[in-house]
C-alpha cells in the first residue's frame, strides 16, 4: 500500500505566494520520480514539475520562474513553492509519485488526492 497525501493548499490573493506539500508513505523501495500537477475547473491536468531522485527538476513553461519544486528524499516529501500567484493559477494540484514497492518489486505509480488552490483579486 502506497499513499501521498497533499497539504498547503487554501485562499490567497492576487501575487501571494504558497508552499504546497506531499508526503509519500507506505510500502516503498524506491522513488524514482515526484511532482505535481494541475487541474483547472473545466480543463485537463496538465503538468506542473516534476523532480527526479537526483534532483534534476523539469517545468511547464508556463510555471518556470515562478514555482519551485523540490523534494527531501529522506522523508519522501516533495514540495511545490509557488510565487506571484493570479486567477489563472487557481486549481486542484495533485501530487504524484512512481517508484518500486518494497514487497514484491513492482512498479507503482500513484497519485494524491489533491489540495485546492483558490487565489482571488
Known amino acids: 500500500q502506497v499513499q501521498l497525501v497533499e497539504s498547503g493548499g487554501g485562499e490567497v490573493h492576487t501575487g501571494e505566494s504558497l508552499t504546497l506539500s506531499c508526503v509519500l508513505s507506505?510500502?516503498?523501495?524506491?522513488?524514482?520520480?515526484m511532482g505535481w500537477y494541475r487541474q483547472a475547473p473545466g480543463k485537463e491536468r496538465e503538468l506542473v514539475a516534476v523532480?527526479?531522485?537526483?534532483?534534476?527538476?523539469t517545468y511547464a513553461d508556463s510555471y518556470r520562474g515562478r514555482f519551485t519544486v523540490f523534494r527531501v528524499n529522506a522523508n519522501n516529501t516533495v514540495y511545490l513553492q509557488m510565487s506571484n500567484l493570479n486567477h489563472e493559477d487557481t486549481a486542484k494540484y495533485h501530487c504524484?509519485?512512481?517508484?518500486?514497492?518494497?514487497?514484491?518489486?513492482?512498479?507503482?505509480?500513484?497519485w494524491g488526492r489533491g489540495t485546492w488552490v483558490s487565489v482571488f483579486s
Open positions: 504524484h509519485a512512481a517508484g518500486v514497492i518494497r514487497s514484491n518489486g513492482d512498479e507503482y505509480d500513484y
Open positions: 507506505g510500502d516503498i523501495r524506491s522513488v524514482s520520480s
Open positions: 523532480i527526479s531522485s537526483d534532483g534534476i527538476a
